[in-house]
């Protein structure tokens, strides 16, 4: 195990096992690994962490995937191997107890082949990817599959258990895999629309198929194809864990060059194909007759994959896939993506905001697509949907996607042009356009080139309505606007000083950081992020899901706290007011809960926004500045003084929010103007 698995077993930080290792002589040594990354025996620091009185008992999904991380043929393996005894544990758990009995490990080993290869057939048929389930390569999965069928025999169960340890899998290993998140799987099963048979020819980790499964009528049948050997099995395995009534197949094969379903004609196809493949197989599948609507280019290998989802789907069914936008307007795919129009099978593009697939910093788009019939239409339409600005703080491009308002926009845009051919106009949101007014030299799908803007912010009464409000805010500026207090001559003070260190360690205030909280069913706080803190708006981002590990509990703000960015190098402090207090507290943050018989939080927070004093608590590392919160200084002031400074201060943060609410309402008075003038709704005069 790594020191960040020894952190999380004893709920430290990693700075807290480095201090370990350089403190106590006794502590475990490294068994494998780098000097920079070394690796510990689990059973070893165990004991350490025990004698230490640092650890009462290791949890079973702890030792579970510190057990399939360290498995000598790697944790794709034995994950393969847990998968299937969990698999075997849901479906015959009686037998499975019979096995259990076994007297030692090499006799369980030799045991679970035959019925694991029985159980695996009956879901996933003769030929599937989870191969390898023999003796010898079950040997050294033995005390894993025993803690792992414990593990779902207890209170977790079969699938969130296998859910946990593919969840801690893929993290472990972010760079390795390209994930659909849970939100855009939805979004697209959804659109595809219910479907008895669903193909995904780029199946990852089986996310679509998961989501489509979810939507399916018990006896669906779920095709999926990967290139990677490993995922196509833990996709396979998933699955049948996830739809026990479903006819499961999956095989291990690039789609494009070895297609495993030649003859499907499939309800819906859902794929999240790779971007940008030069090696897709352009030069070998040049004659390939799935290129019915034009042959692609090289560099245009995502729409060989929209070519190959057509040929697969059964007359009349839909095909959903993400795509990245420049899909829309390369011009070397202008011809494909014409006849596609021409022809009816290219239906809506839905932009959706960045954030939600990745790569996490591009505004994907979704391309839904319908197989004509004998009887296509003769003048289709294309609808195009821009979610670009539904985001958790409304900012596109910097916060997290609003999946239930995109969900929202997106369905009822695409039911209600499913329906009738076409739909009614919002601009800036949705459009539909005859195809034949799309067909010329760049055929460029873009959504937001061919959607009108919001007509001047709203008309020319909102735009009233901001330059009154803009005008009673300046005046309310000028109002607020300080004086400088003293004279002159007035020289510095030498107060005696403190810092926020000696003050957490004294009892006059909670210094807590923020952290990586999930969301549980019953408690999803929306989350206090730095851009917040900095720019002063509300609270903007949202916890991620817990999924199947246990969830870690979120730093929750309360009134009267103060909330202090710790990267950037800028002089910030943020008193909690009660319309955020509930808020979580996101990362980057430090949170100063002061005890208010001892520390006034406007003393507190105007104090800490002293330039010099942010200046003699910075570290630079590179181009990069971090604040060390505990060196901060504030004098040490009897409570009544405090007070008086702290309305002082408190005058400050009511100038500062009232010209930050001058300047949003000027840039939007300004916009405004510059769309009225521009698309003619707002005349010169």
């Keep these: 195990m790594t020191a960040a698995g020894i952190a999380r077993l004893a709920g430290v930080g990693r700075a807290a096992v480095s201090n370990w290792r350089r403190r106590h002589t006794g502590f475990p040594r490294p068994v494998g690994g780098t000097e920079t990354s070394p690796t510990f025996a689990l059973a070893d620091v165990e004991h350490w962490l025990r004698a230490q009185g640092k650890l009462a008992e290791v949890p079973l999904r702890e030792r579970v995937w510190q057990q399939l991380v360290s498995h000598p043929a790697g944790a794709a393996t034995a994950l393969r191997h847990a998968g299937a005894v969990l698999l075997f544990v849901r479906d015959r758990p009686a037998a499975w107890r019979r096995l259990n009995a076994a007297a030692d490990d090499t006799e369980l080993a030799g045991l679970l082949p035959a019925p694991l290869a029985s159980v ?35 209170e ?43 193909l995904d020819p780029a199946s990852g980790t089986g996310s679509l198929l998961d989501a489509a499964a979810d939507a399916a009528e018990d006896t669906a049948e779920l095709y999926g194809q990967e290139a990677d050997p490993d995922l196509a099995a833990l996709t396979a395995l998933r699955l049948a864990l996830h739809a026990p009534a479903a006819q499961v197949r999956v095989h291990a094969a690039d789609t494009l060059r070895a297609d495993a379903f030649p003859e499907l004609a499939a309800d819906a196809v859902l794929a999240h194909p790779p971007f940008n493949e030069r090696n897709w197989g352009h030069d070998e ?36 896939l993400l795509m990245p936008p420049a899909a829309a307007s390369r011009r070397s795919g202008r011809r494909i993506r014409a006849d596609l129009l021409r022809r009816g099978a290219l239906r809506a593009v839905i932009a959706l905001p960045a954030g939600a697939a990745p790569p996490y910093g591009i505004p994907l788009h979704l391309w839904v697509l319908r197989r004509p019939g004998a009887a296509a239409q003769p003048s289709p339409h294309l609808l195009v949907v821009d979610t670009a600005a539904l985001t958790a703080g409304g900012a596109p491009g910097r916060d997290k996607p609003d999946w239930q308002a995109v969900r929202t926009t997106a369905l009822e845009a695409w039911e209600a042009f499913d329906r009738d051919g076409e739909v009614e106009e919002q601009p800036g949101v949705r459009r539909s356009l005859a195809a034949i007014d799309l067909i010329g030299d760049d055929v460029d799908l873009a959504p937001a080139r061919h959607l009108p803007p919001l007509s001047a912010a709203g008309g020319l009464a909102e735009l009233a309505t901001v330059r009154q409000r803009l005008a009673a805010t300046l005046s309310r500026t000028a109002e607020l606007t300080p004086e400088a207090a003293g004279g002159p001559e007035s020289a510095p003070a030498r107060w005696p000083l403190t810092t926020v260190g000696e003050l957490a360690r004294a009892g006059a205030l909670v210094l807590r950081a923020g952290g990586p909280g999930t969301a549980t069913a019953d408690a999803a706080p929306a989350v206090l992020t730095e851009h917040d803190v900095i720019g002063g708006t509300a609270p903007s981002g949202v916890l991620p899901e817990g999924g199947a590990a246990p969830a870690e ?130 005349t010169p005069g």
Excluded: C, I, K
């Design 120 to 154: 695996l057939a009956a879901h996933l048929g003769r030929h599937h990817p989870v191969h390898g389930l023999t003796r010898d390569a079950l040997l050294p999965s033995a005390a894993l599959v025993r803690a792992t069928a414990e593990l779902a025999t207890g």
């Design 156 to 198: 977790d169960g079969a699938v969130p258990a296998f859910e946990f340890l593919l969840g801690r899998h893929l993290d472990a290993n972010p760079r390795q895999y390209t994930l659909t998140p849970p939100g855009p799987a939805a979004l697209m099963a959804a659109l595809a629309g219910p479907a008895r048979t669903v």
């Design 285 to 320: 599948l040049a004659y390939d007759p799935r290129w019915e609507y034009g042959f692609p280019a090289r560099t245009e290998s995502e729409l060989a994959w929209v070519q190959h989802a057509l040929a697969r789907l059964r007359e009349g069914g839909t095909a959903v």
């Design 553 to 682: 509990e979120p730093v929750l703000v309360g009134a009267g706290d103060v909330v202090v960015p710790v990267l950037g190098g800028g002089a910030v402090a943020r008193v909690v007011d009660e319309a955020t207090a509930g808020a979580a507290l996101g990362r980057n943050l430090f949170l100063l809960r002061p005890d208010p018989a001892a520390l006034d939080p406007w003393f507190l927070a105007g104090f800490l926004r002293g330039t010099a004093n942010t200046r003699q608590a910075s570290s630079y590392a590179s181009t990069a500045t971090r604040l060390d919160v505990r060196r901060l200084q504030l004098p040490r002031l009897p409570l009544a003084d405090q007070l008086r400074y702290g309305r002082r201060f408190r005058e400050l943060a009511d100038f500062e929010e009232a010209l930050r609410l001058a300047a949003r309402l000027g840039e939007q008075l300004v916009q405004g103007l510059h769309d009225g003038l521009t698309d003619g709704s707002v």
